[in-house]
């Protein structure tokens, strides 16, 4: 057997110590539950997608508006850009429709319709413009009162539908 000195036995404890430390900080993000999104990445050229990815899904985990705005690129997903569906996810988890105040124009009404649909709030619908009409219509029934119909005002197969419900 080879028999190693103290120095030695000294330096191999000092290289081990150390080298634990650094594998220790290179995997500080991953003890925690996440992953840095601002590291430098080499993956493609489609690096900006990956880093707004990355954004959406700590935007979701932590339920943070200001993470979801850190997502600068528009990559879309059957039509609705990582921006978006990152504010929505935190609407929905936070239940709180002023979020989607923050989503872009074509999207604030579908924001405010999914979250609504948990929420069941009469005043998010008197702020939507494209769904008006389907949101009085859930609520009418969802909360059992007649009185959403009255409010359903131009689509009229919606508000005699809405009716009927109620007879």
Request: charged fraction near 20%; proline fraction near 2%; charge should be positive.
């Amino acid at each position: 057997m080879h028999k190693i000195n103290i120095r030695g036995r000294i330096i191999l404890t000092i290289v081990v110590v150390v080298g634990i430390i650094f594998l220790s900080y290179l995997m500080w993000p991953y003890r925690f539950g996440f992953i840095a999104c601002n590291y430098p990445i080499t993956l493609s050229e489609n690096v900006p997608a990956v880093i707004d990815s990355c954004y959406r899904e700590l935007g979701h985990k932590y339920q943070s508006v200001n993470v979801c705005n850190k997502i600068t690129k528009k990559f879309e997903s059957y039509g609705w850009d990582m921006r978006n569906t990152c504010l929505l996810g935190v609407a929905e988890v936070k239940q709180d429709y002023s979020i989607c105040e923050n989503t872009r124009l074509d999207f604030r009404d579908m924001c405010l319709y999914i979250v609504n649909y948990t929420l069941k709030n009469p005043k998010v619908c008197e702020i939507m413009s494209d769904y008006k009409n389907e949101c009085y219509f859930i609520l009418a029934g969802s909360l059992n009162d007649i009185s959403m119909c009255d409010k359903i005002q131009t689509n009229l197969e919606y508000k005699k539908n809405c009716y009927r419900g109620f007879k």
